[in-house]
């Protein structure tokens, strides 16, 4: 079992930038994906962003360009930088080690304000 505990949630102006960091437990380079969900309030949870532990990404069409995912093995660190900030970013972000293992932090929220 590895615990994951996301920080640097906050409110923000439109146009402005947060990083988000998950910390995990223990070492994560055994884990080949981990990845950034988000939940807005009404809404069905969606993918944000994925990191392979190679260091591959993947983000949804509504972040690219605007989100980046790192990650750190030795660190057990997984990074979401945020820039270009919309209302509509507004969520709970998640920290996920999603498959096989499923498993999931308590979340951070990110309030952007127009």
């Known amino acids: 079992q590895v615990q994951l505990v996301e920080s640097g949630g906050g409110l923000v102006q439109a146009g402005g930038s947060l990083r988000l960091s998950c910390a995990a437990s223990?070492?994560?380079?055994?884990?080949?994906?981990m990845g950034w969900f988000r939940q807005a309030p009404g809404k069905q949870r969606e993918l944000v962003a994925t990191i392979t532990n190679g260091g591959l990404t993947n983000y949804a069409d509504s972040v690219k360009g605007r989100f980046t995912a790192s990650r750190d093995n030795a660190k057990t660190t997984v990074d979401l930088q945020m820039n270009s900030l919309k209302p509509e970013d507004t969520a709970i972000y998640y920290c996920?080690?999603?498959?096989?293992?499923?498993?999931w932090g308590q979340g951070t929220q990110v309030t952007v304000s127009s």
């Open positions: 996920t080690a999603p498959f096989p293992y499923n498993y």
């Open positions: 223990r070492s994560i380079s055994a884990i080949k994906v």
